[in-house]
């Protein structure tokens, strides 16, 4: 239950329980992510990738019905309004992550790079990556409205994913401009572990937002 005194419990419950949903989708989404890379690289495994860039359709539009109708029940029925602009923008810098696992899954399954062999380690290291950071960015989240105490524990997480995520990108992106790949490939790939590591940077922004609101729930 949040830890917030509620004007009205019966409509402030379902907004609790909505906020739980959007964040379970989160750490559902990244679990498809998590998955997807390796189904892609297994050439055997087509059907089965059309299948999760299905799945990961569905989650961001079930996340999508839910941050409008968050945004919907903080405005309409004017639920927590001293913490509704940080609920808000918490809840819309989620939101981005689920699209861009959405944006990034579609991109694989429409131009279905070529990946050498020697690059996927790499890869799916990186794709790992950024699937934890999302998740425990969506953890911080969820105890900012259940238990401040690990807020700050989680948010250290999400940067250290970060990091490793950024480390693991700059050496994917030196390996393929460095490999004998024509061109208009490697400007292909890198475009693509670019916006994978996109990931990583959104959820660091989460977190230094949701930090910034721990500390005025403190005050």
Do not use: W
């Not at 379902?14 to 379970?24: M, Q, S, Y």
């Not at 109708?69 to 809840?91: G, R, V």
């Amino acid at each position: 239950m949040l830890h917030i005194k509620f004007p009205v419990i019966s409509r402030t419950r379902a907004l609790e329980n909505k906020i739980d949903c959007f964040h379970d989708k989160m750490i559902e989404a990244a679990a498809v992510f998590h998955r997807s890379i390796k189904i892609f690289l297994n050439e055997n495994s087509r059907d089965e990738y059309k299948s999760i860039n299905k799945q990961i359709k569905t989650i961001e539009h079930e996340a999508d019905k839910l941050r409008r109708d968050i945004e919907n029940d903080l405005y309409s029925q004017n639920l927590l309004p001293n913490l509704q602009a940080d609920i808000l923008q918490l809840i819309e810098g989620l939101d981005k992550i689920n699209n861009q696992f959405d944006d990034v899954i579609y991109k694989f399954y429409i131009e279905q790079p070529q990946i050498p062999a020697p690059f996927h380690r790499k890869l799916i290291e990186l794709c790992y990556q950024v699937a934890d950071c999302a998740e425990n960015m969506a953890i911080a989240s969820r105890a900012f409205f259940k238990d401040l105490s690990t807020v700050r524990d989680y948010s250290h997480k999400v940067y250290i994913m970060e990091q490793e995520s950024d480390s693991t990108y700059n050496d994917l992106k030196k390996a393929i401009f460095a490999s004998d790949m024509e061109l208009a490939n490697k400007l292909q790939l890198d475009l693509l572990i670019t916006e994978v590591a996109d990931i990583a940077d959104i959820a660091e922004d989460c977190a230094d937002e949701l930090l910034i609101f721990t500390l005025k729930r403190d005050i």
